[in-house]
Antibody, heavy 118, light 111 residues
Framework: QLQLQESGPGLVKPSETLSLTCTVSGGSISSSSYYWGWIRQPPGKGLEWIGS???????YFHPSLKSRVIMSVDTSKNQFSLNLSSVTAADTAVYYC??????????WGQGTTVTVSS | QSVLTQPPSVSGAPGQRVTISCTGS?????????VHWYQQLPGTAPKLLMY???YRPSGVPDRFSGSKSGTSASLAITGLQAEDEADYYC???????????FGGGTKLTVL
C-alpha cells in the first residue's frame, strides 16, 4: 500500500526558504504513470495546489508561486522535495504531498504544519 | 477567489439527500476536463472521494455520486450520516492556468 510522509522544519523565518521532503513508501516514485504534487492549506482556509513533478523532472507550478518554487526528485531515496523561497506569513499552512495520476490526488500524506515567523 | 465556485456550507438531517455544486468555466469543467471530489474530515488530510465526475475509489460507499452539466459539476450524498460531516472540495484542471484548480470548499453539517 502506497504511503507518503512529509518532513521538514515546522518553523521558517520570513524571507528564508521553506524546504520540505516527501518520502514515498510501498511503491516506486519512478512509476511512469504518475506525477507527484504539493498542496497547501492555510489555517482555516481551502486547498491550494503548489505544483507537480514527474520522476524525470518535468514540472508544473501554480502561476502565482512559480517564481518562488523549485521541486526536485531523488529516485535513489524515493523522495521528492519542495523549496519555496522568500516566504512570508502568507505561506503559513499545512503542506501536503500527494500522488497525482491524471491531474487528481489519489494518495495523500498526513500533512506537515509550517509556520513562518521570526 | 477560487477558480471553481462552491457554496460555503450545506446542511441536512440524517437520512436526507444533499447536493454540493461546483461551478467552473470554459477553461476547466466546460472544456471537458474531469472533476474530482475530496472529503476532508476535521483535522485530517483530504481523501479522494470521487474522480472523473462519477467514479468512486474502492471503499467509498455508493451513497456518494457525482454528475456534470455544462460548466458545473455536483456531488450528491444520499442517506446522510453523522460521519459525513466534513469539508468537501471539488478539483479540476484549468487550461488557462495550465494546472490544478480547487473549489473553495463546502462545509457539510449533519443536523
Amino acid at each position: 500500500q502506497l504511503q507518503l510522509q512529509e518532513s521538514g522544519p515546522g518553523l521558517v523565518k520570513p524571507s528564508e526558504t521553506l524546504s520540505l521532503t516527501c518520502t514515498v513508501s510501498g511503491g516506486s516514485i519512478s512509476s511512469s504513470s504518475y506525477y507527484w504534487g504539493w498542496i497547501r492549506q492555510p489555517p482555516g482556509k481551502g486547498l491550494e495546489w503548489i505544483g507537480s513533478i514527474y520522476y524525470s523532472g518535468s514540472t508544473y507550478f501554480h502561476p502565482s508561486l512559480k517564481s518562488r518554487v523549485i521541486m526536485s526528485v531523488d529516485t535513489s531515496k524515493n523522495q521528492f522535495s519542495l523549496n519555496l523561497s522568500s516566504v512570508t506569513a502568507a505561506d503559513t499552512a499545512v503542506y501536503y504531498c500527494a500522488k497525482v495520476p491524471s491531474w487528481r490526488m489519489d494518495v495523500w500524506g498526513q500533512g506537515t504544519t509550517v509556520t513562518v515567523s521570526s | 477567489q477560487s477558480v471553481l465556485t462552491q457554496p460555503p456550507s450545506v446542511s441536512g438531517a440524517p437520512g436526507q439527500r444533499v447536493t454540493i455544486s461546483c461551478t467552473g468555466s470554459s477553461s476547466n469543467i466546460g472544456a471537458g476536463y474531469d472533476v474530482h471530489w475530496y472529503q476532508q474530515l476535521p483535522g485530517t488530510a483530504p481523501k479522494l472521494l470521487m474522480y472523473g465526475y462519477s467514479y468512486r475509489p474502492s471503499g467509498v460507499p455508493d451513497r456518494f455520486s457525482g454528475s456534470k452539466s455544462g460548466t458545473s459539476a455536483s456531488l450528491a450524498i444520499t442517506g446522510l450520516q453523522a460521519e459525513d460531516e466534513a469539508d468537501y472540495y471539488c478539483q479540476s484542471y484549468d487550461s488557462s492556468l495550465n494546472g490544478v484548480v480547487f473549489g473553495g470548499g463546502t462545509k457539510l453539517t449533519v443536523l
